[in-house]
C-alpha cells in the first residue's frame, strides 16, 4: 500500500506558543492532497497512576502542570481536581458535566493543566450518545468525524481500558492515531488572542462591555467569539462556589453572520443569552440548549447581507434595543457581537454603520494584514475607541466547505428531537418518513397570513413551484404595522395608497426612518394564487417586514401542497408549544421565502439510508458488518433480511415514491444533446494521425 511505501511522517510537538503551517494553501491541485505532518497532540502518557476507567464507559485522567489532552469523538467532561483550560473557558471542581463535540470538520479543542498549575487536574471522561452520530446514515457530510470505535485510548492503550470495548470518544496521541485519512488537527489560540481575552474578561466597575468582532472570511472571527464568550462566561461564575444556585448569569451574544451563525439555523440574526460555554462546532447546538435562550430573532431570508442592506440594518437595530432592554434586569450582562466576514464595498458600509449605531466599547478586527483602507474606515467610524488587531486564524486543510457547514447546520436543525427537552439529542429518521404539520391557508380561520418573498417576486401562478421544497422562515407578526401600507379596514379595501418602504438601492443609505423613499404599494396588498389559492403578498410590491413588530421562530420546509383540502405541509422542528402560543395570542404568522440555500440533502435522505442498509446487508452476507452502536440496532434490523432479498435489485431500490424527487433510469427524462459531453482526445489534429 501507499501508506506503508511512503517515509516516516515529521513529528511536530505542540505547546501554547505553537502555530502550525497552513500545508493546505500551498497546494497548487485540489484534485491531490497534500501529505499532513504527524502532530503529537495528547502530551501525557497513560499509565495505572494518571488513567482509571470506572463504570459505564466513564475514564479518570490525571493531567499534571503543563499535559494537554486532544480527544476526538462526543464525551461529556467534568473536574474532580484543580482546573483545567479548554476552549477559553477555565473549567474548576464541580459535579457539572459540560458536553463537548469534537469533530475532525474542525479544529480538535484541547484540554490543558497550565504549566503554572501548582496542582495536579483530574478530570472524568463520561461517554455521550445524542445522536448526532446518526446523521451519518442520512448523509455523508456527517461521515467520518467521529472516532472510529476503537477504545477510548486507542489501539495502543486497550489493557487499561478493558471494560468498555467501544466508546462516544477516543483521546489522540498524535494525528496518525485517528481514524484513517482523517486531517486531524488542535484547536490553537495565538499569544496575542491569550492577551486580549485576558484583557476583555478583567471586571470592571463601568457599564457592561459591548465587543464588536470583524475582520475577512476565514480569519477565525467565529473562533475567537466562541472564546471569548467561554472566558467572559468563567469570569461571571463565583471561582470558590461554581454550583452556588445564585441569580443566572450570561454573556449576550448578537450574531450577526446569517451565513455561519452560531446558534441558528442560516439566513437568522439572533440575540442569544448563553449561560453555558460553547464546546463544539455550529452544526452540534443549531439552537441554544435548555439553559441558554434566543431573545429575539429575525429572518432575512439569505445567507449574506447583499440582498437587502437595509432589512439586515434594520434588523441589526431591533435586536441591539432588546440588548438594551435586558440591561435593565442585568446590568452587568456583556455584550459579544459577531459580523459577517464581507469587508469590501457595501460589506464595508455595513460595519461602519454597525460601529456607528450600536458604539461598541471595544472593536477587534482579526487580521493584521488589512486592508489598510479598512482598517482606516473602521478606525474613523469608531472615533475615540481603538480597533485593535489579532493576528488571522491559520487556515489549515478542511473536508468541508462553506456551504457544507452550512448544510450540515440546516440538516442538524431539522432532526433535533423536540421530545427531548433536558438536552439537545437528534433523530436519524429521514425527514420523509416524518408526518408533516398542516397549514390551513384558505377559508375560515386560516393559520396563514401569507406567503411573502424577498428578493425575486416570481408570478403568482409560479409561487407553488417556487416554495414546494424549499426552505421557508416562521415570522410571527407581533403588530400589524409590521406590514408596509396595512390599514385596519384590510388589505383587499381602498384604493392604490402610498406607503413607507425601504429602497431597492444597494448603497446602503435607507438605515434609518429620515431616510425612507415613498414607494407605490399597488392594492390589495394579498393576492391568491390561480390555481392553489395560497394568498401570496403582492409581488408587484417590493416589501419587507418591519422588524420592530415581527420576530422569526424558525424555519420550515415546505413537503408538499394539497390543493383539494388547501393545506400546506411542513416539516418543521419548531416545538407545538411556541405555534399554541402564537395562535393563543391572536398573532398571525406570515412564512419569508428568499435565497437560502436549496435543502438537496432532504431530497435524497431515503436513498443515502436505503443504500447504507443494502450495503450493511451485504456486509452482514459477507460476515463484514461493522456497525456504530448509535445505528447499529436499526441497520441490524434490515440487514437481518438477507443478501438473497436484494441481490437482485439495485442499491437504494424502493426510493421510487419519495417527495420532490424522481428517479431515472439510464437517459430517462434527458433530452436530446443532454448526455455528458467528453472532450476529443485528437483535439487540433489535422487529419487521421498526420501532420
Sequence with gaps: MAEESAPNPTFMDLDENTQLSSYGSRVESPEVPPEPPSINLTSFKPGKDNVRELGDGILTIRLAPGERLVVLGQFEVSVQKGQITLMGSILLPSKKLYRVFASSSHSLPVMRCLATDSEIAELRLHPCKVGLGSLESLSPLFGKLWNDNSGALGLEYTKLVQKTKRSTFQVLFSSNSGPPKAYLQPLISPPEWNEMLAKCSMPSEQKAPAIMVCGPKSSGKSTFVKFLANRLLSTLTDASQPERPTKKLGVALLDLDPGQ???????????????????????????????????????????????????????????????????????????????????????????????????????????????????????????????????????????????????????????LDSATKSALAWNSLPLTSIPPWEIKYSGENPGLLGVMCYGEQPPANLLADTINGSLVAVVVIDDMAAIPGWTSEGDNMGTPTHAFDRTDDAEIRAFDQDSLQLQHLERPLIVSTPDEEIPYF???????????????????????????????????????????????????????????????????????????????????????????????????????????????????????????????????????????????????????GGD
Design 538 to 688: 403582492n409581488p408587484t410590491n417590493t416589501i419587507s417586514l418591519d422588524p420592530k413588530y415581527s420576530h422569526s421562530i424558525g424555519l420550515a420546509l415546505v413537503r408538499g401542497i394539497d390543493v383539494v383540502r388547501r393545506r400546506l405541509q411542513i416539516l418543521t422542528p419548531i416545538p407545538s408549544k411556541v405555534v399554541e402560543d402564537v395562535s393563543q395570542a391572536g398573532k398571525s404568522i406570515v412564512l419569508i421565502s428568499g435565497k437560502l440555500d436549496t435543502p438537496g440533502w432532504a431530497y435524497i435522505e431515503e436513498l443515502t439510508r436505503k443504500t447504507a442498509l443494502d450495503k450493511a446487508a451485504r456486509k452482514q452476507g459477507g460476515g463484514e458488518l461493522d456497525l456504530d452502536d448509535e445505528g447499529s440496532l436499526e441497520f441490524e434490523a434490515e440487514a437481518s433480511k438477507g443478501v438473497d432479498e436484494i441481490g437482485n435489485r439495485s442499491l437504494g431500490d424502493g426510493f421510487q415514491n419519495a417527495p420532490w424527487v424522481d428517479r431515472l433510469e439510464g437517459s430517462q427524462g434527458r433530452g436530446t444533446g443532454a448526455r455528458v459531453w467528453r472532450v476529443r482526445r485528437d483535439l487540433g489534429r489535422t487529419g487521421d
Design 261 to 415: 451563525p452560531e446558534y441558528s439555523p442560516p439566513g437568522q440574526l439572533s440575540l442569544v443569552h448563553v449561560s453555558e460555554p460553547n464546546f463544539g462546532p455550529p452544526f452540534a447546538h443549531p439552537i441554544p440548549d435548555a439553559k441558554s435562550k434566543v431573545i429575539r430573532s429575525h429572518s432575512i431570508a439569505a445567507i449574506s447581507p447583499s440582498l437587502d442592506p437595509s432589512l439586515y440594518m434594520a434588523c441589526v437595530s431591533d435586536l441591539f434595543a432588546h440588548y438594551r432592554n435586558l440591561l435593565s434586569t442585568e446590568a452587568s450582562c456583556p455584550l459579544v457581537i459577531n459580523t459577517p466576514g464581507w469587508v469590501l464595498g457595501t460589506g464595508l458600509e455595513i460595519l461602519v454603520e454597525i460601529i456607528t449605531q450600536l458604539r461598541p466599547s471595544e472593536i477587534i478586527y482579526m487580521s493584521q494584514d488589512g486592508p489598510p483602507d479598512v482598517v482606516n474606515s473602521l478606525q474613523e467610524a469608531a472615533k475615540s475607541t481603538l480597533v485593535l488587531t489579532l493576528p488571522s486564524q491559520v487556515s489549515e486543510y478542511t473536508t468541508r466547505t462553506a456551504a457544507h457547514l452550512r448544510a450540515m447546520q440546516s440538516m442538524s436543525y431539522f432532526h
